[in-house]
T-cell receptor
Framework: GNSVTQMEGPVTLSEEAFLTINCTYTATGYPSLFWYVQYPGEGLQLLLKATKADDKGSNKGFEATYRKETTSFHLEKGSVQVSDSAVYFCALSANDMRFGAGTRLTVKP | NAGVTQTPKFQVLKTGQSMTLQCAQDMNHNSMYWYRQDPGMGLRLIYYSASEGTTDKGEVPNGYNVSRLNKREFSLRLESAAPSQTSVYFC???????????FGPGTRLTVL
């Protein structure tokens, strides 16, 4: 069946550091891929998405590229801020929706 | 637009009690979903409704029932709560099945 595996956390970085959160997937067909973010006490919000191979999703300085050859959709940001502290979920949509376990990011000033 | 709303925000039940979690969306979406979120397990789909009048089981449906009351509302019922159902429950909606989903703020349920 479909599944998503993402980097275990927690991840702690200093402000302005480079961020990578790894995500790989297993799916039949051609899934759409998403990154969602969850701030404390809130529901998930869509951060970015990509619907086909080689697409790059981007939003708020975050980027992820749909790599079919490596079945990956890694999240990156060049310079994190304290306000980026949250839990990040990788997800795929094919004939169902699957989420990764989430990666908690803490950014220290 | 309120987006997706859920009630209540918090609830404490005793084992064996029943309750209904309410969800409503005002985005004219066709599809709605119920998830539970447990530490280290991400979100797991309980039930979903692809369109008004249809419901289907997700990954973890046991112990739950749902009703798609109309296009806007999708409720989740626990008939006899168990401690294993202690979790945070999220409702979500999307324009079509498994498109980009919009989430409510969640209901934190504790079963003693």
């Amino acid at each position: 069946g479909n599944s998503v595996t993402q980097m275990e956390g927690p991840v702690t970085l200093s402000e302005e550091a480079f961020l990578t959160i790894n995500c790989t997937y297993t799916a039949t067909g051609y899934p759409s891929l998403f990154w969602y973010v969850q701030y404390p006490g809130e529901g998930l919000q869509l951060l970015l998405k990509a619907t086909k191979a080689d697409d790059k999703g981007s939003n708020k300085g975050f980027e992820a590229t749909y790599r079919k050859e490596t079945t990956s959709f890694h999240l990156e940001k060049g310079s994190v801020q304290v306000s980026d502290s949250a839990v990040y979920f990788c997800a795929l949509s094919a004939n169902d929706m699957r989420f990764g376990a989430g990666t908690r990011l803490t950014v220290k000033p | 637009n309120a987006g997706v709303t859920q009630t209540p925000k918090f609830q404490v039940l005793k084992t064996g009690q029943s309750m209904t979690l309410q969800c409503a969306q005002d985005m004219n979406h066709n599809s709605m979903y119920w998830y539970r979120q447990d530490p280290g397990m991400g979100l797991r789909l309980i039930y979903y409704s692809a369109s008004e009048g249809t419901t289907d089981k997700g990954e973890v449906p046991n112990g739950y029932n749902v009703s798609r009351l109309n296009k806007r509302e999708f409720s989740l019922r626990l008939e006899s709560a168990a401690p294993s159902q202690t979790s945070v429950y999220f409702c979500a909606s999307s324009l079509a099945s498994y498109n980009e989903q919009f989430f409510g703020p969640g209901t934190r349920l504790t079963v003693l």
